[in-house]
């Protein structure tokens, strides 16, 4: 939840790039049945946040996962009930959150980001329906150009990062109902 920039420079100063995973192309595994996912996205810092979901699809379409539907929201704040509702309906499998609370200095932006993440949990065990979160709390963070790119990058990283724990997390529930419908867990 608390990213943290590994070199905190002046503007003008080179920052330590996050690596950008790349491997060879992998053939994954597909579902049993169509997935269908809800990608919901904070509006606040929409430039740095978009990069998550636009790698997140990318990856995602890799990974078989062919349904997904956007839903933008003004503030990370407001996500959890945006992805209660939408689980609620039964139509998703599964849900991702996208956003970026940063130190506005304010209030106390740890609150917010640990209030989001809690709440997201809870949507999760109370519906039953795996919510994956991308929403990035830095520990650092300065409206200069050099942070702007550096998070513009990790979050693409992490757009990949949350597609690969969806599929995986999808397939293993698919395979853990499977096995439990069969009676061989119970």
């Known amino acids: 939840m608390n990213q943290m920039l590994q070199d905190t420079q ?3 100063s080179e920052v330590t ?6 491997g060879p192309a992998t053939e994954h595994p597909r579902f049993a049945k169509p997935q269908r996912v809800a990608f ?19 990856e995602a379409e890799a ?6 539907d956007v839903f933008e929201v003004p503030g ?11 689980a609620k309906t039964r139509r998703y499998t599964a849900i991702v959150a996208a956003g970026l609370v940063v130190d506005g200095g304010i209030y106390r932006h740890e609150f917010v980001a640990d209030t989001v993440i809690k709440a997201l949990m809870d ?12 929403v990035l709390t830095p520990q650092q963070f300065h409206e200069t150009e050099v942070h702007y790119d550096f998070f513009r990058r990790h979050f693409a990283i992490k757009g990949v990062e949350v597609a690969a724990a969806c599929a995986e997390t999808l397939l293993g529930l698919e395979r ?3 096995q439990v419908a069969a009676g061989i867990v119970g």
């Open 10 to 12: 002046t503007e003008t």
């Open 17 to 22: 790039q996050p690596p950008v995973p790349q």
């Open 40 to 58: 919901v996205q904070a509006c606040w810092h929409r430039d740095v946040v978009q990069e998550a979901r636009i790698a997140f699809m990318k």
């Open 63 to 68: 990974r078989h996962l062919t349904h997904v």
């Open 76 to 86: 990370s704040f407001e996500i959890p009930l945006h992805a209660q509702v939408l």
């Open 123 to 134: 949507v999760q065990l109370r519906t039953e329906v795996p919510v994956f979160s991308a």
């Open 176 to 178: 853990l109902r499977g």
